[in-house]
């Protein structure tokens, strides 16, 4: 299977990378898989008897702000602290070295794409980003930068003053992304990246791509479900599946059951043994066809009588 999945990136001239939460798991962030996986994360809501569902959601904005930048204050302090791990880079790498097209689509709102070097243009987060911010009544269709800095009370789980506020009502805003129970959400700026996802597949459809899934889950279907839609429209596409729990997939797409770090570094490995292969067997017969004219050299009895 490796092997495959090695050939395929070698011989790839587009490159999809299809990430969820487990993507960011190998760079120290949390993927709040279940309720105890939440808990692990943020023992404070475990005290609180909170699930992740219960705290991800729009109202606590209006409710208790406080409570609400608690939450999506901390994470955003831990996106920004965070320096994306090695396999973010081996794929650019490998974008490099087939001068290939690209474009990330990630239910992740961390940002750790951007932040890893990939262009903000080649990016569809279609769960929006934590990087912005909105008004959380919908005043007006402005997004914004977030630009703000979080004190948060990590016993309590709570956020310190000053709240970020919208320039225009003065309510204190929320953050740009899709919550639980979200009839509030701007989505212009996602409608905008999916819009130049479908310019991207129509300008590659006829290229070879490969699909690169990256930890992405049932629970939350999104990411497989678009991968597995790309793998099925798209003639020449084939799909990677990296994750360490639910790695299934179907022929002729490819699985890989380990984690998004060490399933991209022993691909990497592959590609380049076999790159070294190709080019020993290239030089090979190349020397057979065109031998070195110092090793030719002929006996008496080779010459005409």
């Known amino acids: ?69 608690g939450f999506y204050g901390h994470r955003t302090n831990l996106y920004r602290d965070t320096i994306p791990h090695d396999g973010f880079h081996i794929i650019k790498k490998w974008i490099a070295m087939n001068s290939a097209e690209y474009f990330v689509v990630t239910s992740n709102v961390d940002g750790q794409f951007q932040k890893a070097g990939y262009e903000e243009e080649r990016i569809h987060e279609v769960h929006g980003s934590i990087h912005w911010l909105q008004c959380q009544a919908r005043c007006n269709d402005r997004i914004w930068r977030n630009e703000e800095v979080f004190q948060i009370d990590e016993t309590t789980m709570r956020a310190c003053d000053q709240l970020p506020l919208c320039p225009v009502c003065g309510r204190v805003c929320r953050p740009n992304i899709l919550m639980f129970g979200d009839n509030s959400w701007l989505q212009g700026r996602v409608i905008a990246q999916s819009n130049a996802f479908d310019r991207f597949l129509k300008a590659n459809a006829a290229r070879k791509i490969a699909v690169i899934e990256i930890g992405a889950g049932t629970a939350i279907s999104t990411i497989r479900t678009i991968s597995e839609r790309l793998g099925r429209k798209l003639k020449h596409a084939t799909v990677i599946r990296i994750n360490p729990r639910e790695p299934r997939i179907r022929s002729p797409h490819l699985s890989m059951s380990c984690g998004a770090l060490e399933g991209l570094q022993r691909i990497d490995n592959l590609f380049h043994f076999q790159t070294k292969l190709t ?9 057979s066809l065109h031998p070195n004219p110092a090793t030719i050299y002929v006996t008496p009895q080779s010459y005409p009588g």
């Not at 790839?12 to 120290?28: K, Q, R, Y």
């Not at 008897?49 to 409710?63: I, K, N, W």
Request: charged share 25%; proline share 5%; with cysteine.
């Open 279 to 287: 080019e020993s067997i290239c030089e090979s017969q190349t020397d």
């Open 1 to 69: 299977m490796r092997e495959r999945a090695a050939k395929l990136i070698r011989e790839s001239e587009v490159f999809i990378i299809t990430a969820g939460a487990g993507m960011g798991v190998d760079s120290g962030l949390p993927d709040f898989r279940g309720d105890h996986g939440f808990w692990k994360a943020y023992p404070a809501y475990n005290r609180l008897g909170l699930s992740f569902a219960e705290c991800a959601t729009p109202r606590h904005f209006a409710d208790d702000p406080h409570f609400a930048w």
